[in-house]
């Protein structure tokens, strides 16, 4: 399966805007989605879910696409290498709209639903914090948000070097014990990650 050939020429080309503007987040991105394909294909071999191939399809093209919004981004606050201010932090949360904004016109029936939530949504977390409220999460959004976290976490920043897989653990397994995410998620995830 090649994910970029699922993208429209116009996704294509805001992909490419974004590996131009921000490289790190492009590279993140395909990151993300690579880590979601190997969390569906571990979590349907174990039953505890059951995505069929054009399932898993569409969620990879969510996760490639899920940052997509941090285009319109302005670059000083996309590479601060500082705490953001609280009107910083605003303006980036708006990527998650911006980026729905961009691409909803160009999603099939089959596939908008499952991408506009990754979309908007992946900053979400179960136990209620996140940029808003979603009273539900599905299980795809949940593993794109776990696998961009442990991403995030794991890769060398502006402002710091990226933690060792065992530090990220540590971190996603403290939120997770706070309700941010199932633990069996993130067993999962251990897992992939160990494999690779
Ligand atoms: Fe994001
Ligand atoms: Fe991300």
Partial sequence: MNDINSLTDNQKHLLCMLRDKDYETYIHSLR??????????????????DYSKKDRMI????????????????????????????????????????????IKNELSDDEHEVIKNICLYHHERLDGRGYEKKAE?????????????????????IYRKGLNKDECFAIIRGR??????????VDFLEKVVCDI
């Fill in 59 to 102: 969620i990879c093209k969510g996760a490639i696409l899920h940052d997509i919004g941090k285009l319109y981004i302005d670059s000083g606050v996309l590479k601060k290498a500082d705490v953001l201010s609280d009107d910083e932090m605003r303006h980036m949360s708006q990527h998650t709209r911006l980026g729905y904004e961009a």
């Fill in 137 to 157: 999460l599905p299980m795809y959004i949940q593993i794109v948000s776990v696998c961009d976290v442990f991403d995030a976490l794991h890769s060398d920043r």
């Fill in 176 to 185: 997770g014990r706070g309700g941010a995410f199932g633990g069996m998620l």
């Fill in 32 to 49: 993300v989605k690579d880590l979601t394909n190997d969390m569906i294909n571990i979590m349907n071999a174990f039953a505890v879910t």
